[in-house]
C-alpha cells in the first residue's frame, strides 16, 4: 500500500464529502427546468439532512440491530469508496492493487445491509424491493468489473488510482472507442446503482413500483439521513469514475481538480437531462439494459485483447 | 322479451310507479338475464323496502321490492322492471348474468336478504344493514364490522405472495384496500375492498329533496360535481314536469365538459407521472388548474359547486365572460396539446402504455364497463350518444373509441375526448341560446320515478329517483360509474406487472368516495 498522501488527495476527498449532496440538487434543478418549474432549492439536501440529524428515529418492534446497523455501515462503505476513487488526476486517499475489487464491494456491502434492513422489517413492499435490488445489482456488477477490466488491460495497472493516472489524453487519440464504450457501460451502472431513471424513480410515491425507495421507508431521522447523505456520496465516487475518463486532468494539481469538479457537476446535469427526457423503463426491460450495458464493456474489453 | 318491448321510457322521463311492470322473481331473473344476453346492459339494480313502497299493490308478506333498469346502446331506450321477494333468500341472478354481481351484494348488504348461489358474496362497503336485525351475513353489532374484514381470495403455492396495499396510501388520494396475489412480480388475481368512505348518502337522501339534498351530490364525488348534480336536477326536473330554459342546458353542458376537460387533462398528467416522465406530468398538473379556473370563471367554484341548480343554473354569462372563456380555452387547449405531444412522441412512455393492464372486449361486455374504460376496449358506450338529454338532444359529440383495451387506448380515450370537448365548448360559446338561465320548479309528483343518465367524465352516471305519496323521495339510487369499473380493474391486473399497478390504477382513476357513497 502506498501511504504517501497528497494534498490534493485529501482536498479531493474533502470535496466528495462535502459537495456530494450538491449533485442530487443538480439533478433536481435540471429536471425541474425541463418540467418548466422554478424546482426545489439547490441546498435542498444539505437542509434534509440538517434536518434529519436533528430528529430523533422511530424503530419497528420486529427490527433488530441489523435494521440499525445498516445505514451507519451503508455511509461508511461509500465513504470508503470514495476514498479510494481518484479524482482530478490524483490518485485516491488510500490505493493498493487490487482496490478495484473493494471500491465495487464497498457498494457491494453497501446494498447487502439495505436489503437485510429491508427484509428485517418483514414488510412486503419492502422484501419486493429488496428482490428487484438484488436481482438488478447482481446484473450490474458484472458490467462494471467487465469496463474495469477493460481499464485495466489498457493501463496494465491493478488499482484505481493506477488505472486513473495510466488515462491521458494520448489514450482518447490512440483508442477512443475503447473510452467511449467503457464510459457507456459506466453511466448504465450509474444510472442502475444510484436508482434515477430508467431504471427506478427516486421522486416516485408508489411503494409497488419502487425499488430502493421501498427498502428504506422505515427508516426516519438520522438514520434515514445516513441514507441519504450514502447515496449521495455513492453518486459522487461512481460519477468521479466517469469525469476521471472525460477529464484526464493532467494539467496540474488544482486545474485537474477544479476542471474534475466541473465535470461531476456537468455530468449531474447529464443525468438530469437523461431523466427529463425518457420515462421510466418497464420492470422487465431493466435487465436488458444493464447487459447491454455490459456488453458495451464486453466489445471495449476485446479491443483491448486485440 | 316482450315485456321488454311494451315498456320502455327515455332518460329524464316521469314515469308512475303503478306503471312499471311486475313480475314474480323466476319470470324478472329470466328477463334481466336474457336482455343482458341479447346486448342489454344492466344500469341499476336495486330493492325498495315494501314500507317505502306506496301507490302500487304489494302484497304484506312482501320482504323487498327489486327494480332492474336495462338500457340498450343501440336503440336508446331504458326499461324498468320490478318484482317482489316473500323471503330474506333468493336464487341469485349473478351465476348467469355478471354484470348484476357488486349489485346482488349491495343488496344483500344494504336489505340483509341472501342471494343464494351468489359465486363471491361479500359486503360492498361494510356498513349494517338498512332493516334492523336481518343482515345477510348473521352479524348482530356495528363493532363486529371493520371494513375490510372479510374473507380474500387466496392463492397458495410456491414462490406465491401476498401483498396488501392500504387503505392508506403514500400519495394523497382516497383510501381502499388492494389485495394482490402474486407469483414473484406477476399478478394472479388482484382483489379489491372499498367502503372505507361510506357515508350512508342514499339513506340520508330519503324524505328529501330538502336544502341539504343538493350539497350531497356536489360532494358525492368531489371531482365530479358537475355530473352527479346534473343527474340530481334532471331527475327532480323530470318528476316536477320543469321546463328548463335552452341557456341553462347550454352552460350546463359547458360546465359538464369542463369538468371533463380538468379531469382528462390532469389524468394524462398523472399517468406521465407514474412513468417517470416529468414534463409532461408537470404541464398538465398546471393545465388542469386552467381548466378548473374556468369553472370557477363561471361560478366562483373551481369544481363548479353550487351552478346547477333544479330548474336551471345560478349563474348566467354576460359576452365579456364568454369572450375570457373562449380565450382561455384557446390558450389553454394549445398548451395541451403541446405537453399531450410530448407524450405520444416519446417511444419510452408508449412502451410503457402499450399493452399494459389489457381488458379483453368481451370481459369488458360481460363486467358492463361503462365510460372511458370500456370505450378503450372498442365498446362503443357514451350516455351523450345513446341516451342525450340537455344540450346533447341538440349538439353531438362523437363517440371516441380506442380498440387495444390497455392503458395506451385509455389515454387516446381521454386525448380525443379532450379535443371534441373542446369543440363542443366552443360551438356553446359561439351560439349560446338567450333568455332566462333558470325556471321554477315546483314539487316532485307522487308515486312516480325517474331515471337519469349523465355520462360523466369516468363515464355513466345513473340516478333513479322514486316518490312516495306526498312527492318525496321513498328511494334514491345512485350508480357512480366506478361501481362497475372497480372490477374492471381487478381483470386488468391479471397476469400484469406488479410495479404496473400504480399505472394502470390511474388509467382507470376511479373515484372511492363515489363508490363508497
Known sequence: MNTTISMQSLINFFLAVVFAPLLIGLINRTKAWFAGRRGQPLFQLYYDLAKLARKGAVYSRTTGWLFRAGPAVGLAAAIVAAALVPFGGAPGLIRFDGDLVLFAYCFGLMRFLTVLGALDTGSSFEGMGASREVTFSALAEPAMFLALAALVRRTESLSLSGIYAGIDVEVWRTSPALLLLVIGTLVVVLLAENSRIPVDDPNTHLELTMIHEVMVLDHGGPDFGFILYGGAVKLWAMSALISGLIVPGHFGPWCGTLSGVLCMFVLAMVVGIIESVMARLRLLRVPQLLVGGAALSAVALMITLS | ?517
Open chain 2, 1 to 517: 322479451m316482450s315485456l321488454l318491448d311494451d315498456f320502455h321510457v327515455k332518460n329524464g322521463q316521469k314515469t308512475g310507479l303503478s306503471g312499471i311492470p311486475t313480475v314474480r322473481f323466476d319470470e324478472f331473473s329470466r328477463v334481466v338475464t336474457e336482455s343482458v344476453r341479447a346486448g342489454h346492459r344492466l344500469v341499476a339494480l336495486f330493492g325498495m323496502p315494501r314500507s317505502a313502497v306506496s301507490g302500487i299493490d304489494s302484497e304484506p308478506a312482501e320482504v323487498l321490492r327489486l327494480f332492474a333498469v336495462l338500457a340498450h346502446e343501440a336503440v336508446g331506450a331504458l326499461h324498468i322492471l320490478g318484482t317482489g321477494l316473500f323471503q330474506a333468500t333468493y336464487p341469485a341472478i349473478t351465476p348467469a348474468c355478471t354484470q348484476a354481481h357488486m349489485f346482488e351484494r349491495e343488496i344483500a348488504e344494504q336489505w340483509g336478504v341472501v342471494p343464494e348461489g351468489h359465486p363471491w358474496l361479500k359486503p360492498v362497503r361494510f356498513h349494517m344493514s338498512h332493516v334492523p336485525g336481518r343482515d345477510a351475513w348473521g352479524r348482530t353489532s356495528r363493532a363486529e364490522i371493520a371494513p375490510g374484514g372479510c374473507d380474500f381470495f387466496r392463492v397458495e403455492g410456491e414462490e406465491v405472495h401476498e401483498v396488501a396495499v392500504g387503505p392508506v396510501h403514500a400519495g394523497i388520494i382516497e383510501p381502499g384496500h388492494f389485495r394482490f396475489q402474486c407469483h414473484g412480480e406477476q399478478v394472479l388475481h388482484l382483489e379489491i375492498a372499498l367502503g372505507y368512505q361510506h357515508r350512508g348518502v342514499e339513506p340520508a337522501l330519503v324524505g328529501g329533496p330538502d336544502k341539504r339534498t343538493i350539497h350531497y351530490f356536489q360532494t358525492l364525488a368531489g371531482d365530479t360535481t358537475v355530473g352527479h348534480t346534473l343527474a340530481y336536477c334532471e331527475a327532480v326536473e323530470a318528476l316536477a314536469d320543469c321546463r328548463v330554459p335552452a341557456r341553462a342546458h347550454a352552460l350546463r353542458g359547458i360546465a359538464l365538459e369542463l369538468e371533463r376537460l380538468a379531469n382528462h387533462t390532469g389524468d394524462l398528467g398523472a399517468l406521465a407521472g407514474d412513468v417517470g416522465y416529468l414534463p409532461t406530468a408537470s404541464y398538465c398538473g398546471r393545465l388542469r388548474g386552467d381548466f378548473l379556473n374556468m369553472t370557477a370563471l363561471l361560478c366562483g367554484s373551481r369544481f363548479g359547486r353550487g351552478l346547477l341548480q333544479p330548474g336551471g343554473v345560478a349563474f348566467d354569462v354576460d359576452d365579456a365572460l364568454v369572450a375570457e372563456l373562449r380565450r382561455r380555452l384557446d390558450l389553454t387547449l394549445r398548451d395541451v396539446e403541446q405537453a399531450t405531444d410530448l407524450l405520444w412522441n416519446t417511444s419510452s412512455v408508449r412502451a410503457r402504455f402499450e399493452n399494459t393492464g389489457h381488458v379483453p372486449p368481451e370481459i369488458a361486455e360481460a363486467l358492463g364497463l361503462v365510460g372511458v374504460a370500456a370505450r378503450a376496449c372498442g365498446l362503443n358506450r357514451d350516455v351523450r350518444h345513446d341516451f342525450p338529454s340537455g344540450i346533447y338532444r341538440f349538439a353531438h359529440i362523437p363517440v371516441s373509441t380506442a380498440e387495444t383495451g390497455d392503458v395506451f387506448a385509455r389515454s387516446l380515450v381521454r386525448w380525443l375526448e379532450i379535443q371534441r370537448s373542446a369543440t363542443f365548448i366552443r360551438e356553446q360559446l359561439a351560439s349560446l341560446p338567450s333568455g332566462p338561465v333558470s325556471a321554477r320548479c315546483g314539487g316532485l309528483a307522487p308515486n312516480s320515478v325517474a331515471v337519469t343518465l349523465v355520462e360523466g367524465w369516468r363515464g355513466e352516471i345513473c340516478h333513479v329517483a322514486i316518490t312516495d305519496g306526498t312527492g318525496r323521495f321513498a328511494r334514491y339510487k345512485i350508480v357512480d360509474p366506478s361501481f362497475h369499473n372497480w372490477t374492471g380493474l381487478a381483470m386488468a391486473m391479471r397476469n400484469q406487472q406488479i410495479s404496473d399497478f400504480p399505472l394502470c390504477n390511474k388509467s382507470f382513476n376511479l373515484s372511492y368516495c363515489g363508490f363508497d357513497l
